[in-house]
């Protein structure tokens, strides 16, 4: 084909589109130059059909000639065929009923597109502006529009050329197969309305497919055509505004079989990771790409069809199925047309009938045979009699079991039926023009009627238009199985259509589903593995979003979902599990009775409270004996009594801090000691007075340490702590708390002291006492007894001071639990400071010497 052909194509299209006043003449010069393939049938309203019906052509050398001539049209297409006579069967049928255009009898005019755009734009201006005997006499090719709607084109392209013409005429265009998102623009297309859903829900429904089967890592391959090109705009918007999937790679399949860039696009597929392919692409596209797949041997990819190629039989050959076989696909609504095979069968060619073309050659190629005798010697075929048995044939013309662009055509003739009954019903004044005649019917009138069709098809579907001219949209979801005698099955194995809501609404049945791999799973088609639970998705700088590295959550975060795009710091009393996929409750912490620790400083608290109780007990038995009187037994008595109260207060310390035991523990502790030292000072100011009194002139000494001064002392001195504890509590009270200072994954329950200087003056006042009291009994060391009390109580109260000075770093530098734990140990230590050294020579001598218990032992030299 030469360039003057599309060059006057070109021109014609743009000239025609700002000057449509001038549409008839230059309509009339392009017919002149073409004579084309049709079918007709008379009647009172005719309907346009434009079908492929050759899918190659070659066309005249020039475009101006002083004869018409013909395209030759090659590669006869039967399905393309069978299109055609849908149409023709739907008027037939509509022409019976008595509910649908009564007293009306449809007509038809089609014609063969043969695959090209010239001819399928040059039979839409014929149908369009005329081309029966009525042009032929009128030069300027003027009259009235020969049809009023018409069913085509095959091809988006086509479609997209035709419409932006047609919008002109006002005149509605129904396609069958054409899917171009772009035709849903009602500014540039204002009569195209189409039964096949657009690619844009296409798109929706092929992504739905992806995030049902996890396949976030696509190959997208499209034809290099309006289809193509919008396919791959749409398809990317739609992937990236879902976030459940990136492309791995989108090429352009060339429209000439380029053997090198067909040998490039193979050689990424092989070697890229990603396992899905998604094609939209037309039959001739694939043809040529999967012989390239066979010659580079590329398996183990799962090809997602569009419904172009879906059912396409040229694909389901030997050599191609271990390829192809498992393909999902996205294919037309499959539909029943009743009484379609009778019709199809009792097709007959029509010798010398003008309108006649497509049947005689349809015959020709099915029986293989020559209507003209001369071409049938040259071409060794034998003559056709008109009178064949096409039933006696095996041809896919009569296998109705898949109708699929049939039962988008049936749809399309119905729906220009409907409107145009609509339109002849209408009464006077109630539309929004005047009701119309048979004689007075304009194409715009019907694309206002078509706009509101709605109805039911015999096979249950409802057809009707939305705003753009779309119809509901409703795909099947198709699967191909390849069988063990070498057959090949295209089954159905699920829907997706659009739900109430807007979006798409997607069913599958899994287990019908063929899968051409080893394990016969659905195949992984990831850039990245899913992050489990416990880490987040982390990006790799300039890679797409799906290819990414796993990052595991911190302490103290989470993430319990898979791929999660971050961790979720867990609440506050909860911390991360080892794998961070879950919030446990934090682990708590605290000097507790069920712990190694915790027991032995728990027995260790009860042994000192049961010698206090026995040596009590040896005392008040043995009360009477030199050594016990000789000691103060009221103030002993009341010491061990105030040790054993020491030894139990420990326990407060010990078990989960609660705000009792919090206010208690400090106040019993240093009220308790307090009591122990005051008695203890109280007994070495007595011994210091006993030795004062044996000097000359010392008797007065002794007066001022009556027991009823002793006992003063003692309470006194009891009630200055227990009064500085009671303003302690009152001002600022200690009171638990959960501190997650020293371990993050651990609350460790302490009590806090409230005010600090409360509880150094506790201690201090107990540290004051602690030290006079030393300082006396070191005074009173050399007395001159054999049993020196004051040596004892130096030795006692030189302990006492010594644990309490490594108390105070020990306690400060001890977190959590330990702290308590250095407090108890410092409670039982200076305690057992005292029990042992004041009362353990004592109870030696009265259990094992009582030799040694008498008072001349006791005093003498």
């Known amino acids: 084909m030469t360039i003057y052909l599309p060059t006057y194509f070109i021109s014609t299209v743009y000239f025609i589109t700002l000057y449509p006043e001038f549409s008839s003449l230059l309509t009339c010069n392009l017919r002149k130059n073409f004579t084309l393939n049709e079918i007709h049938k008379p009647g009172d309203v005719v309907l346009g059909g434009l079908f492929e019906v050759h899918y190659t052509s070659v066309l005249p050398e020039r475009a101006f000639t002083s004869e018409p001539q013909q395209p030759l049209c090659k590669g006869f297409d039967t399905l393309g ?133 996890g396949w976030t890592w696509v190959g997208l391959l499209v034809s290099d055509d309006d289809y193509g090109l919008h396919v791959a705009q749409s398809f990317q918007s739609d992937l990236a505004r879902s976030g459940d999937g990136c492309l791995a790679y989108l090429k352009v399949l060339p429209w000439n079989s380029d053997q090198s860039e067909l040998t490039q696009i193979v050689h990424l597929i092989k070697a890229s990771t990603a396992r899905v392919v998604i094609v939209f692409a037309h039959e001739i596209h694939m043809i040529q790409l999967m012989e390239e797949v066979v010659r580079q041997n590329v398996t183990g990819r799962q090809w997602i069809a569009s419904e172009t190629w879906t059912t396409a039989v040229v694909l389901q050959v030997p050599h191609l199925m271990p390829y192809l076989s498992g393909t999902l696909g996205i294919a037309i609504r499959r539909g029943e047309i009743p009484g379609l095979r009778d019709f199809l069968s009792q097709i007959k060619p029509v010798k010398n009938s003008s309108g006649n073309d497509l049947v005689r050659q349809f015959w020709e190629h099915t029986f293989k045979c020559k209507f003209d005798g001369a071409g049938s010697v040259e071409t060794e075929k034998p003559l056709c009699t008109g009178m064949e048995n096409i039933d ?12 699929r662009p049939e039962y988008n055509v049936y749809k399309a003739v119905y729906s220009l039926a409907y409107a145009l009954h609509d339109m002849l019903k209408c009464q006077s004044e109630s539309g929004p023009f005047s009701c119309a005649t048979l004689s007075t019917l304009e194409p715009w009138q019907l694309a206002h009627y078509l706009q509101k069709v709605n109805f039911t098809t015999p096979f249950g579907d409802q057809v009707s238009f939305d705003k753009n001219g779309d119809a509901l949209p409703i795909y099947d979801v198709m699967n191909w199985l390849w069988l063990p ?92 599990n080892s794998r961070r996929d879950l919030c446990v409750p934090k682990k708590t912490e605290f000097l507790s009775y069920h712990e190694p620790l915790g027991i032995c400083l728990t027995t260790t608290s009860l042994l000192g409270t049961f010698i206090c109780t026995v040596v009590l007990a ?49 106040a019993v502790f240093g009220i308790s000691f307090v009591l122990c030292i005051s008695c203890i000072l109280v007994k070495t100011m007595v011994v210091l007075a006993v030795f004062k009194a044996s000097e000359p002139g010392g008797g007065g000494n002794l007066k001022w340490f009556g027991p009823k001064q002793q006992r003063g002392t003692v309470f006194s001195l009891t009630c200055i702590q227990a009064a500085i504890c009671a303003a302690w509590l009152v001002s600022s009270s200690p009171a638990p708390r959960k501190n997650t200072q020293y371990h993050n994954d651990k609350i460790v329950y302490e009590c806090e002291v409230g005010s600090t200087i409360g509880f150094a003056v506790i201690l201090g006042y107990i540290g004051m006492l602690a030290i006079l009291s030393f300082f006396l009994a070191f005074l009173a060391r050399n007395l001159p007894n054999n049993f020196n009390e004051a040596k004892l109580i130096t030795f006692s109260m030189l302990i006492f001071c010594a644990v309490w000075m490594a108390f105070v770093p020990a306690y400060i530098n001890s977190p959590g639990r330990y702290a308590d734990a250095v407090e108890v140990f410092a409670i039982l230590a200076s305690s057992f400071g005292l029990l042992v050294p004041l009362f353990g020579p004592k109870c030696y001598i009265i259990l094992l010497k009582p030799e040694k218990n008498t008072k001349k032992a006791i005093m003498g030299r």
């Open 81 to 213: 065929f069978r299109h055609a006579m849908t149409m023709a069967f739907a008027i037939d049928e509509i022409n019976k009923k008595i509910n649908l255009l009564p007293n009306v009898t449809l007509g038809y005019r089609i014609y063969d597109n043969c695959g090209a755009l010239v001819v399928g734009f040059s039979g839409a201006l014929s149908l369009a502006s005329g081309t029966d005997e009525q042009f032929k006499l009128l030069e300027n090719c003027s009259g009235t529009p020969p049809v009023l709607g018409i069913v085509g084109d095959h091809y988006s392209t086509f479609s997209i050329a035709i419409a932006n013409v047609l919008g002109l005429y006002k005149m509605p265009l129904v396609s069958y197969f054409a899917t171009c998102s772009c035709l849903s623009d009602r500014q540039r297309y204002p009569t195209f309305f189409r039964t096949i859903p657009s690619d844009a829900f296409q798109v929706r429904a092929m992504v739905k497919i992806l995030k049902h089967f």
């Open 392 to 403: 006696a044939v095996q041809t896919e013309f009569l296998d109705l079991s898949n109708l």
């Open 485 to 576: 005698d070498g057959k090949t099955k295209v089954q159905n194995v699920g829907e997706v259509k659009s739900a109430g809501s807007g979006g798409e609404e997607l069913y599958i049945d899994v287990d019908k589903i063929f899968w051409n791999t080893e394990s016969k799973q659905p195949p992984q088609s990831v850039c990245s593995e899913s992050c489990p639970p416990g880490t987040r998705v982390a990006r790799r700088k300039g890679e797409p979003e799906c290819c990414f590295s796993c990052v595991s959550c911190s302490e103290g975060k989470i993430s319990n979902t898979t791929n999660s795009l971050e961790c979720i710091t867990c609440p506050e009393d909860f911390w991360s």
């Open 618 to 666: 040896i005392f008040a038995f043995h009360r009477r004996s030199p050594i016990v009187r000789a000691n103060n037994s009221e103030l002993s008595f009341l010491l061990l009594v105030a040790l054993k109260l020491c030894f139990l207060c420990s326990l407060l310390f010990i078990g989960q801090p609660r705000l009792w035991t919090c206010q208690l523990r400090h």
